[in-house]
């Protein structure tokens, strides 16, 4: 069964505390991964998208790097302005359609 | 750029009226907006893909009478739920993405959402 696995769902950080947020998949005909960021009651905001294994991108104090398998979103130093929801989505082929698929969220939460 | 925007941003109404929301690509065209529904610390639920020019294709169990999609045009979504109820109550997003036309996107990009309250 195709699916997307966030873990953990819940993390909580104290400022410049790095760490790492992980999305495992089990998907056939993998297009690409993407990361998104949600704020309380606001639409996803797009952050990164990864095509294949190997590939990293960064932005400010997030990187996001990808496997075979998984891919980790990694937080260097952070602020509680990064506090928020973490999503993953694997776009993938089903047959003939495409479609995305989506994880459950890893839950940030920044002290200062 | 890729911005993508919703109106209304909240919406109250009382049970069996209807209610339409409004998904804009504000400078980019889109051949292919996505409807979803978000539950309280839950992720995106997928409800239909919209289609400019066509009709909307819808995901299983999600009822095509009820929630009416129209892609009027390139920039253009609207999602009409009909004759709501309590049920109905929750957090409505569209995406779009930048994209040749019939060409899925890759990178999609959402619009603040739509919070709807069915009294």
């Known amino acids: 069964e195709d699916q997307v696995t966030q873990s953990p769902e819940a993390l909580r950080l104290q400022e410049g505390e790095s760490s790492s947020l992980n999305c495992s998949y089990t998907?056939?005909?993998?297009?690409?991964l993407f990361w998104y960021r949600q704020d309380p009651g606001k639409g996803p905001e797009f952050l990164f998208t990864l095509y294949s294994a190997g590939e990293e991108k960064e932005k400010e104090r997030l990187k996001a790097t990808l496997t075979k398998k998984e891919s980790f979103l990694h937080i260097t130093a952070p602020k509680p302005e990064d506090s928020a929801t973490y999503l993953c989505a694997v776009h993938m082929y089903a047959g003939n359609n495409r479609k995305l698929i989506w994880g459950l969220g890893t839950s940030l939460a920044v002290n200062p | 750029g890729a911005v993508v925007s919703q109106h209304p941003s909240w919406v109250i109404c009382k049970s069996g009226t209807s209610v339409k929301i409004e998904c804009r690509s504000l400078d980019f065209q889109a051949t292919t907006m996505f409807w979803y529904r978000q539950f309280p610390k839950q992720s995106l639920m997928l409800m239909a893909t919209?289609?400019?020019?066509?009709?909307?294709?819808?995901e299983q169990g999600v009822e095509k009478d009820k929630f009416l999609i129209n892609h009027a045009s390139l920039t253009l979504s609207t999602l009409t739920v009909t004759s709501a109820h309590p049920e109905d109550s929750s957090f409505y997003i569209c995406?779009?993405?930048?994209?040749?036309?019939?060409?899925?996107?890759?990178?999609?990009?959402f619009g603040p959402g739509t919070r709807l309250t069915v009294l």
């Open positions: 919209s289609n400019e020019g066509s009709k909307a294709t819808y």
């Open positions: 998907v056939s005909g993998l297009r690409g």
């Open positions: 995406s779009a993405g930048p994209g040749l036309a019939g060409v899925f996107t890759d990178t999609q990009y």
